[in-house]
């Protein structure tokens, strides 16, 4: 039999105190702010409304991380914490004890309740909001400076989650005393309207992070695009699966690609722009990406690239100072390598994580290529995968990889003479013909000093879009493990 662990004195004595709403809120008054952490925990898990509702107003320190709680409020709790914080709205003048400024509904620091009082009244709103926000906003909270509350947040369609309903409905009616700040963005959504009742809610100037997906519409884009460019803050932005069933050669995508560049230009603080199967960028990139600042990560895939777009990227501003480049899922075999090879060596520089997928780059080409990828003296991640290359390609690959002194990892494709059908290419391996490149493979690798870890990528599997990796082992033999290409954001840079 278990031993049952015994309730502390002061959780015995919070618990009596909530039994007495009257008296519990009375108390709060000469309450010492160390106990008012368990004291809220106690009343959330109690569902005691009435005194949260006085808490909130008596809250001793700057923020509120609500967010930080193991076990999300229900709407009831939640709606009471808000019914606090209109109190204090409420009152004509601000009251000498009120010090509550920020509600924050992130959960970006899960031990601070278990760490109690003292920790927490180390987080302050500085740590919340993005530092430009603070300064042009709350850098003095005032009477008359609006209570911030701070929050991630996900447009969508269909469900949606009750507390965000409800939070954005009671701060559009508050506006003049209520500001919303999210970092993190994510819209998952077509809807317009779902859309816009958000946006119109949220000071646009906090967002940091931004995903926007599934726009199905181009007209949904355009309504959009204004609002992109007022998040003047923005550090990240990722655009996938935009209109993606549309044909990508319109004569209205010159339009959407200039209405898109037009916004995108404003965003002077942005680092990494990601775009995945968007309809409309193929031979558009210098009017989407024409008055960007220079970029840290640029990440595009399964769009149409035209030479004229490789050409623009090797001389654009906003490709001048990147450390991390994906293409992926381009065709060009049949295009002129050289833009491509003028890229890479004005990005050589400073790269340090270099991922070119699935583009069908032929034997020719990676030869031509072979001098600029040469050149990338930090790079520490490489992936190959994907392209049509001959065991002899590979093998010159990897010698001239080996020579980069702080590589750390390289994706590699299972060469042609790996399948059954060398013509027919990508399709089913050869067992006995790949076992015979994994050997080839292993002996280059021995014959030189590397300090990557080396993998072969086979096909994708049908479980979730992952790839089978053949990784070889420091004792030479092979580790096989089925795993997804790593996004830049997880590569060891």
């Known amino acids: 039999m278990g031993i049952r662990t015994q309730p502390s004195l002061q959780h015995l004595a919070m618990k009596s105190l909530l039994n007495n709403p009257s008296l519990a809120i009375s108390a709060l008054q000469d309450l010492p702010g160390l106990f008012f952490p368990s004291l809220f925990l106690e009343a959330c898990a109690g569902s005691h409304t009435e005194v949260l509702k006085a808490m909130v107003q008596a809250w001793p320190l700057p923020c509120l991380p609500l967010g930080d709680l193991t076990k999300s409020p229900d709407l009831e709790t939640f709606k009471a914490i808000l019914d606090g914080i209109d109190l204090l709205l409420a009152k004509k003048e601000r009251p000498s004890g009120w010090k509550l400024q920020v509600l924050d509904l992130q959960n970006e620091h899960p031990e601070i309740w278990t760490r109690g009082y003292h920790y927490m009244a180390q987080v302050s709103y500085q740590d919340i909001l993005t530092e430009r926000a603070t300064k042009s906003h709350c850098s003095r909270m005032s009477a008359k400076q609006p209570l911030v509350i701070s929050v991630n947040m996900t447009i969508k369609r269909g469900t949606i989650d009750d507390l965000q309903a409800y939070l954005l409905q009671w701060a559009l009616e508050r506006k003049e005393q209520i500001q919303i700040f999210s970092r993190k963005v994510q819209i998952l959504s077509d809807s317009i309207f779902e859309i816009q009742k958000a946006l119109l809610v949220v000071r646009l100037d906090s967002i940091h992070e931004l995903v926007v997906s599934k ?279």
């Open 215 to 493: 726009f199905r519409q181009p007209e949904t884009l355009t309504i959009f695009a204004p609002y992109l460019g007022q998040m003047k803050n923005l550090h990240f932005l990722n655009f996938s699966n935009i209109c993606d069933h549309l044909s990508t050669f319109s004569p209205n995508n010159f339009w959407y690609s200039c209405k898109l560049g037009e916004h995108l230009g404003q965003l002077q603080h942005l680092q990494e722009l990601h775009v995945h199967d968007c309809f409309f960028f193929g031979g558009d990139l210098a009017i989407i990406l024409n008055n960007l600042a220079p970029l840290k990560t640029l990440s595009l895939s399964c769009t149409v690239m035209e030479e004229s777009d490789l050409w623009f990227l090797s001389q654009s501003p906003c490709t001048s100072q990147l450390k991390h480049l994906r293409l992926r899922n381009f065709v060009m075999d049949r295009i002129n390598v050289q833009p491509l090879r003028a890229f890479l060596e004005k990005v050589a520089r400073n790269l340090e994580a270099l991922a070119l997928e699935e583009c069908f780059i032929t034997d020719a080409q990676i030869s031509a290529i072979l001098p600029s990828l040469s050149q990338c003296a930090q790079l520490r991640f490489f992936s190959f995968y994907g392209n049509c290359i001959s065991m002899a390609t590979l093998q010159n690959l990897l010698r001239h990889m080996a020579r980069l002194g702080h590589l750390r990892r390289g994706l590699y494709p299972a060469p042609v003479e790996s399948y059954e059908h060398e013509e027919v290419w990508f399709e089913i391996i050869d067992p006995e013909r790949f076992g015979e490149v994994l050997t080839g493979v292993a002996q280059v690798v021995r014959d030189m000093v590397t300090t990557q870890k080396v993998q072969i990528c086979t096909s994708l599997t049908n479980d979730q879009n992952k790839c089978h990796f053949y990784s070889l082992g420091h004792d030479g033999s092979w580790e096989v493990t089925d795993e997804c290409l790593p996004a830049l954001s997880a590569v060891p840079v």
